[in-house]
């Protein structure tokens, strides 16, 4: 009992020597220098100092000297001239020869049964090309009621349409000359696009506009809607022509690619004369409206 009354006083020592270590320890300064020196070293590897040129060094004057292709300099400049010309002929400078009848067909309607054509061919490059084109229809025993034939210098305006000029010639009725001006291509959604307008030596002022569009319902079989319209800025009374929208026509053909380059087709073309046009239709006895059944081929080389 004695003992554990004693115990208490005996670490009145032990703290009577540590207490004025203690505040010695609380009295010394902390050297923080270091602790900033440490800091200061993060911060410099963390931003490595960079100088950025503020201007460009000129390129020595060897830079300047030698051909113009270094190709040249190796193979020689002949050799290398004759190798650019046939890469730029591989390349797009090639001068090809395309013809296409996208209808040439017989048509069943109420009276004389008739014929149509519409026919084109393509000689030149990817920029310039000659276009030779002719259309026509009329009835069996008659004379053909419309015949023309157009010769056009085409220009690529960009990667899907051409501008195109030139002169067209009609052989049927009246003789009439035209000058062309027109742009042929490929619209938005596949739509093939041929519109042009027409100026004669009379003065007569025309237009025409075709669309049409492919529909694959196999890789062989092919449906094609078509449109055409026909415009006129005045009166032509000898070729039964009003002015404004003179004729419309819509059509539906079915085609069968027996090769890519040749296809039979059946369809249904309607047509309408529209306006002054249609008037001139009924004092000739026709009717304005005409309902065809077609039967034709389509072929290309």
Sequence with gaps: MERLLYL???????????????????????????????????D???????????????????????????????????????????????????????????????????????????????YGGDLNALWIKSEGEGSFGKKPEQAEVQALYSHAIGPWFDLQAGVRQDFAGPDRTHAVIGIQGLAPYQFEVDAAAFLSQKGDLTARVEAEIDQRITQRLIIQPRAEVKLSAQDIPELGIGAGLDTAELGLRLRYEVTREFAPYIGVAQEWKLGQSADYARAKGDDPSVTNFVAGIRFWF
Excluded at 9 to 38: E, N, V
Excluded at 44 to 59: F, G, L, N, Y
């Design 44 to 122: 410099e590897a963390a931003e490595p100092d960079i100088t950025v040129p503020t201007t460009q060094a000129p390129p020595p004057p060897a830079a300047g000297s030698g051909p113009a292709r270094a190709a040249d300099a190796i193979w020689g400049a002949e050799a290398m001239a004759a190798s650019r010309e046939e890469l730029a002929h591989h390349m797009g400078a090639q001068t090809r020869l395309f013809m296409m009848a996208d209808r040439l067909e017989y048509r069943a309607r109420d009276g004389a049964n008739g014929y149509l054509w519409d026919a084109q061919a393509r």
């Design 8 to 42: 208490p006083f005996l670490g009145l020592p032990l703290l009577a020597i540590s207490t004025p270590a203690l505040a010695q320890m609380q009295d010394m300064p902390m050297d923080h220098g270091a602790h900033d020196h440490h800091a200061m070293m993060m």
